[in-house]
Structures are given as C-alpha cells and as structure tokens.
C-alpha cells in the first residue's frame, strides 16, 4: 500500500502537478513566456470592430498524445462564444487559432501539464510564440 507523504497531500495534489510542471523544459518556458506577455484581458462583446474576413488568425498544430488526449485538451480548451480563439481536433493534433498568444499559450502549459502531450512538443509549440 502507498505511504502518504509526508506534506499530508496527495502525489495528485494541483500544486505538485504544477511544480513538477514548471522543473520540465516547457513548463520554465511557458513561465517566461507568461511572465513577458502577462494574464489575457477578457474580451468584452462588441469590441472587434474589424469584420472577420478580413482578419488572418494564426495557428498552431499541438500534437497530442492520441486522439483521446486530443479530445480532452478540447474539452478543456473550447470557450462558448468566443469568436477570437477556437480550438479543433485533426486526428491526435490539436489546431488552436488565436487572436491573443497567450491563449496558446495557456492551452499548451495545460496539455503539457496533465500529459496530454510530450514536452518537447509543448516547448516547441511555445517557443514559436
């Protein structure tokens, strides 16, 4: 049987995850890069006032795991309503269209995070940020 440890939390504990997280080459990355660019502003209705067409949205391809862990950083990713940031699954690859980096950015440090893909895929996908 598994001894607690000795903090008395869990190895499934957020914060452990998230220490663990941040010693991994994608995760100091994603720090410096979240450090650089700072928390995203929410976006209020009616703000663009550009029309749609002719806006290019850049995007990244995270590859995943497989098409489950693909699924689940959808799941995570999708945000009702936003017309600025979508998130689609291609097979196992993620395609994230932003307007704002630091979207991408997030939904890479949390793939990377829960092991829904390899670390070197995250920290290639956020040095391209």
Request: charged fraction near 25%.
């Amino acid at each position: 049987m598994l001894q607690p440890s000795r903090d008395g939390l869990g190895p499934r504990c957020r914060a452990k995850r998230r220490d663990r997280w941040r010693a991994t080459p994608a995760g100091s990355a994603a720090a410096v890069v979240r450090r650089r660019l700072g928390r995203p502003a929410p976006v209020p209705d009616g703000q663009l006032s550009i029309p749609k067409e002719h806006l290019h949205m850049p995007e990244l391809r995270l590859t995943c795991l497989d098409e489950q862990h693909a699924a689940a950083v959808i799941a995570e990713a999708t945000r009702p309503g936003d017309l600025h940031h979508t998130v689609r699954q291609d097979g196992a690859v993620v395609v994230i269209s932003y307007f704002d980096a630091r979207y991408a950015l997030e939904v890479t440090e949390w793939a990377g995070e829960h092991g829904h893909t390899t670390d070197s895929d995250a920290a290639r996908l956020i040095s391209q940020l």
